[in-house]
């Protein structure tokens, strides 16, 4: 009857059985079968192992098994090995506080175990045999005598056989066999020096040896990752950045080749994923994502890894200042420029900010092709005005009777203008292609930006104050972030509980819509303890001062001019590429050029 009260019957309060606790955990710890796998891989890796070798079958649902070489679990510590909360790797809440090993919550094989038909066979140096424990659906057999020679091997049989509304969940074998297949790679290259296998159905997937960064990341990334990736090293009191980050002319259609590793874990953490982005800004086209494998390692002390069941995010006590380090540390790798990049190497192997384009002799030059005339003719003023240094100096190395070059420079010498549009030229290695407004565009970018960071940012006070609503979280910050704001050209106080007023702006961005620019300003010092957004708007505007600046197409230049803005790019940082992230030039290579024309054969 409509408006009659309903009655529920109270419930007594009683403590859920062990083994439903178990199965709740299972569902946050063990999700599907990669999340086993990872988690039993850890284990490996906390043990000590420096060969780990994963078995497969039908995508992991039907059997998954992790043999190592680690140092083994004591017999007597095997039944403690799949109850829950029981570990070795902490004993109080400091040991917590400052977790280095990649487990600790001691909760993983007893969740397993709860899901699973879970069998556990050790055997630590010195013991006669091994001994081996057994988990089926929570009821744990007695300890037995077993036959191993070295390590711990742990076999997982029928994941969720005793929970059919959670297997249904899980996908197709191919499914979950790829999600297998992306913890253990990610693995694989948290450790190069360890060796990996993997075999799914009786057929080996992948066989790593013990190997560096680089060829691991080859392996597991990709060849043409690293070969295109710059090193990045870093390190400060208590924390270090090391790792490959790729050069700008190597990007992705999606984020599937960027790897994070903190103390040694993959995680996914939007501080340090927001301070690449930033050191990626203007080298990188805006549809296009980097490929990066990074290793972030800090004191214990300064990162949560306890904030997630699966331990995929962290949460940093300062993190302002590892968003800073992060961002600092990448942009220097990435922003040298191209004669420091490749002191000391061979041309023909020099690791290029550019592009290096093999030439198809089937299809290029191709039917139809005909050689245009390559334009060398009158001085541009503008662009001599700009480079008048330069230029005369390369007017006086060019003279009859100038003293030879003691090294070639990395781009080579300017031989013609091919269309008003692009310099030819010549180095050590073959021909060098330049796109020139590109080039010019990232040398005055670059001018721009260095003069402007080496003096305050000037306020354009306003006639009019903005009178603007304001949270109270808004109204914080602006006040605790006051003297921050001033040096970036804000004058901002708060003339109520829930209103801020704006006397004056930055005069670089003073036609910029003041109160949106102010609210992301003030969201992210909230958020990353320092503000991006500010330098972004900042660098668009410079951006697009520097594309008008830039010598246009079809602006005939002389050879030393040429050969100028060769020498300028070459100590110009970031010169591979122009603020949009298109390529300023390509490398021809003299053995495709051999090809091109059949020499040698």
Same mark, same amino acid.
């Given at each position: 009857m409509r408006g009659a009260s309903v009655t529920f019957p109270v419930a007594q309060i009683r403590p859920l059985s062990e083994l439903l606790v178990n199965q709740i955990a299972a569902g946050e710890v063990v999700e599907r079968p990669a999340s086993a796998l990872k988690e039993l891989m850890e284990n490996s890796l906390d043990a000590g192992a420096q060969s780990i070798a994963v078995d497969l079958a039908e995508g992991g649902m039907r059997r998954l098994r992790v043999a190592d070489d680690g140092g083994g679990i004591e017999r007597d510590d095997l039944a403690l090995a799949v109850a829950r909360f029981a570990t070795s790797k902490i004993s109080s809440l400091a040991d917590l506080e400052r977790a280095a090993t990649l487990g600790f919550r001691g909760e993983a094989l007893a969740s397993i175990g709860a899901v699973a038909r879970l069998a556990i066979v050790s055997r630590r140096a010195g013991d006669r045999h091994a001994w081996r424990i057994a988990?089926?659906?929570?009821?744990?057999?007695?300890v037995e005598p077993a036959a191993l020679s070295a390590g711990t091997t742990v076999?997982?049989?029928?994941?969720?056989?005793?929970?059919?509304?959670?297997?249904?969940?899980?996908?197709?074998?191919?499914?979950?066999?790829?999600?297998?297949?992306?913890?253990?790679?990610?693995?694989?290259?948290?450790?190069?020096?360890?060796?990996?296998?993997?075999?799914?159905?009786?057929?080996?997937?992948?066989?790593?040896?013990?190997?560096?960064?680089?060829?691991?990341?080859?392996k597991v990334v990709g060849e043409d990752f690293a070969q295109a990736a710059v090193e990045v090293r870093s390190e400060g009191p208590r924390l270090a950045l090391t790792g490959l980050a790729a050069a700008p002319g190597f990007t992705r259609a999606s984020r599937d080749a960027q790897?994070?590793?903190?103390?040694?874990?993959?995680?996914?953490?939007?501080?340090? @994923?927001?301070?690449?982005?930033?050191?990626?800004?203007?080298?990188?086209?805006?549809?296009?994502?980097?490929?990066?494998?990074?290793?972030?390692?800090?004191?214990?002390?300064?990162?949560?890894?306890?904030?997630? !069941?699966?331990?995929?995010?962290?949460?940093?006590?300062?993190?302002?200042?590892?968003?800073?380090?992060?961002f600092h540390a990448l942009s220097r790798a990435l922003s040298a420029p191209l004669a420091?990049?490749?002191?000391?190497?061979? !041309?023909?192997?020099?690791?290029?900010?550019?592009?290096?384009? !093999?030439?198809?002799?089937?299809?290029? !030059?191709?039917?139809?092709?005909?050689?245009? @005339?390559?334009?060398?003719?009158?001085?541009a003023q503008r662009y001599e005005a700009l480079f008048s240094a330069a230029v005369s100096d390369e007017r006086r190395a060019s003279a009859p009777g100038a003293a030879e070059p003691t090294a070639a420079p990395t781009l080579g010498f300017a031989? @013609?203008?091919?269309?008003?549009?692009?310099?030819? @030229?010549?180095?050590?290695?073959?021909?060098?292609?330049?796109?020139?407004?590109?080039?010019?565009?990232?040398?005055v970018y670059e001018g721009l930006k260095e003069a402007l960071e080496?003096?305050?940012?000037?306020?354009?006070?306003?006639?009019?104050?903005?009178?603007?609503?304001?949270?109270?979280?808004?109204?914080?910050?602006?006040?605790?972030?006051?003297?921050?704001?001033?040096?970036?050209?804000?004058?901002?106080?708060?003339?109520?509980?829930?209103?801020?007023?704006?006397?004056?702006?930055?005069?670089?961005?003073?036609?910029?819509?003041?109160?949106?620019?102010?609210?992301?300003?003030?969201?992210?010092?909230?958020?990353?303890?320092?503000?991006?957004?500010?330098?972004?708007?900042?660098?668009?505007?410079?951006?697009?001062?520097?594309?008008?600046?830039?010598?246009?197409?079809?602006?005939?230049?002389?050879?030393?001019?040429?050969?100028?803005?060769?020498?300028?790019?070459?100590?110009?940082?970031?010169?591979?590429?122009?603020?949009?992230?298109?390529?300023?030039?390509?490398?021809?290579?003299?053995?495709?050029?051999?090809?091109?024309?059949?020499?040698?054969r």
């Open positions: 988990c089926e659906a929570g009821m744990v057999s007695a076999e997982v049989e029928e994941l969720y056989f005793n929970t059919p509304a959670r297997r249904k969940f899980l996908k197709s074998e191919a499914t979950e066999y790829a999600r297998c297949e992306e913890a253990f790679s990610r693995i694989a290259l948290s450790r190069p020096g360890v060796a990996f296998s993997l075999a799914h159905n009786a057929r080996r997937g992948a066989h790593l040896a013990p190997e560096d960064a680089r060829g691991r990341a080859a790897y994070l590793f903190v103390n040694g874990r993959f995680v996914r953490d939007k501080v340090v @994923a927001h301070a690449i982005r930033e050191a990626y800004s203007d080298v990188l086209h805006h549809d296009r994502h980097p490929a990066y494998v990074l290793f972030l390692d800090a004191d214990p002390a300064l990162v949560d890894v306890n904030v997630h !069941p699966a331990k995929s995010e962290v949460r940093f006590r300062e993190s302002s200042a590892m968003h800073q380090f992060v420091a990049a490749t002191a000391g190497v061979s !041309p023909a192997s020099a690791p290029r900010p550019g592009f290096e384009l !093999p030439l198809n002799a089937r299809s290029w !030059p191709g039917p139809g092709f005909t050689q245009q @005339a390559l334009a060398v003719a009158q001085p031989l @013609a203008q091919l269309h008003g549009v692009y310099v030819l @030229a010549q180095n050590a290695a073959g021909l060098v292609l330049v796109d020139m407004h590109a080039a010019h565009e990232r040398i080496a003096a305050v940012l000037p306020s354009q006070p306003l006639l009019v104050p903005i009178a603007m609503t304001a949270t109270a979280e808004d109204v914080e910050e602006a006040a605790r972030g006051r003297a921050e704001l001033e040096s970036l050209g804000f004058d901002v106080a708060a003339s109520g509980p829930r209103e801020l007023v704006v006397r004056a702006v930055p005069a670089l961005l003073a036609d910029l819509d003041a109160q949106g620019l102010l609210r992301s300003v003030l969201a992210e010092m909230r958020e990353f303890g320092a503000s991006r957004v500010l330098v972004e708007r900042r660098n668009e505007l410079l951006s697009t001062m520097a594309c008008h600046a830039a010598v246009r197409a079809n602006r005939s230049l002389t050879v030393p001019e040429m050969n100028a803005l060769l020498r300028e790019m070459e100590r110009t940082e970031r010169a591979g590429s122009c603020n949009h992230g298109r390529p300023t030039w390509v490398q021809f290579p003299m053995a495709d050029l051999d090809r091109l024309f059949l020499r040698g």
